[in-house]
C-alpha cells in the first residue's frame, strides 16, 4: 500500500471516531511523519463550542506525543458536495511543523481527490523570521 492510500485509510478511520453532537460534520486526519509514521486524528466538540479541537489539531498532538516533529504530507476528510480544507488556524499548526515539501491532501470518503504544497494554502504565514526582522 502507498503512503498516500495509508493516509487516507488512516484519515477515514479515525473520522469514525469523531466527537461532534453539535455541528454533526465528521472531519478525520492522518498525517505523515518525517519518521514514517501515520498519526491520526477526528474533530472532538465541545458543549462550550470554541473548546472544541479539529481532526488536524488531534493528529499533529498525537504526532509531537511521539515525539516527531516533520509533517511530510496530512489528510483531511470529510462528507460533503464540497472538499474542505483546514481552517485558518490549522493552517497555521500544520506551517509549525512543516517544510518547503509538506503536502496537504483533501478528500472525500472516497479518496484524495486533491493535492497541494502548504505554501498554496498559506502563502503570506506569519513565520519564525517574522519574529526577528
Ligand atoms: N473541522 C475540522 O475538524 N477540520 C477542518 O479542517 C474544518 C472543520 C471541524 C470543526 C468542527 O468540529 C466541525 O468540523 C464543523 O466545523
Do not use: W
Request: proline share 3%; glycine share 10%.
Amino acid at each position: 500500500m502507498s503512503d498516500k492510500d495509508a493516509l487516507f485509510r488512516t484519515a477515514l478511520e479515525y473520522r469514525h471516531n469523531a466527537y461532534a453532537p453539535y455541528s454533526g460534520f465528521a472531519v478525520g486526519a492522518a498525517i505523515l511523519g518525517g519518521n514514517g509514521k501515520i498519526y491520526g486524528g477526528c474533530n472532538v466538540e465541545n458543549i462550550s463550542y470554541p473548546c472544541g479541537t479539529c481532526a488536524e489539531a488531534g493528529a499533529i498532538a498525537a504526532m509531537n506525543a511521539d515525539g516527531e516533529r516533520l509533517i511530510k504530507a496530512i489528510v483531511v476528510v470529510a462528507d460533503g458536495k464540497d472538499l474542505i480544507t483546514p481552517c485558518g488556524a490549522c493552517l497555521q499548526r500544520i506551517l509549525e511543523f512543516s517544510d518547503t515539501n509538506t503536502t496537504v491532501y483533501l478528500a472525500n470518503l472516497e479518496g484524495i481527490k486533491k493535492s497541494y504544497k502548504l505554501g498554496q494554502l498559506l502563502p503570506v504565514a506569519f513565520h519564525e523570521e517574522s519574529l526577528r526582522s
